[in-house]
């Protein structure tokens, strides 16, 4: 997983990870196997934003999506946080 072109964490199976990024544009970027996806987002002062980054069983092209507030924070509290880079 890539913001504005940084790797910042590597992703699992029912993983999640946190991000603090400053207002503004951002590029986030997801990798699997040769396929890369991107999602351009405007974050506002103050917002809290989840997104759900998956790669379906048996392919190597994955995706982001945005997700509700409820869908995020049940995502966190089911899953395990992943390593990140800084």
């Known amino acids: 997983m890539t913001v504005d072109g940084l790797e910042i964490s590597q992703l699992g199976t029912q993983t999640w ?6 207002a503004g544009h951002h ?4 990798r699997g196997g ?5 999602r351009w987002v405007n974050i506002a002062p103050g917002d809290m934003r ?3 980054v998956q790669m379906l069983p ?3 092209i994955c995706s982001i999506r945005e ?7 049940a995502g ?3 899953g395990s946080r992943a390593l990140q880079g800084q």
Do not use: H, I
């Open 50 to 52: 989840f997104f759900d």
């Open 76 to 78: 966190v509290l089911s």
């Open 17 to 22: 990870m946190r991000a603090e990024l400053a």
């Open 58 to 60: 048996g392919q190597y």
């Open 67 to 73: 997700t509700d507030p409820g869908t995020g924070r």
């Open 34 to 38: 040769n396929s890369a996806n991107a």
């Open 27 to 30: 590029v986030l970027r997801c």
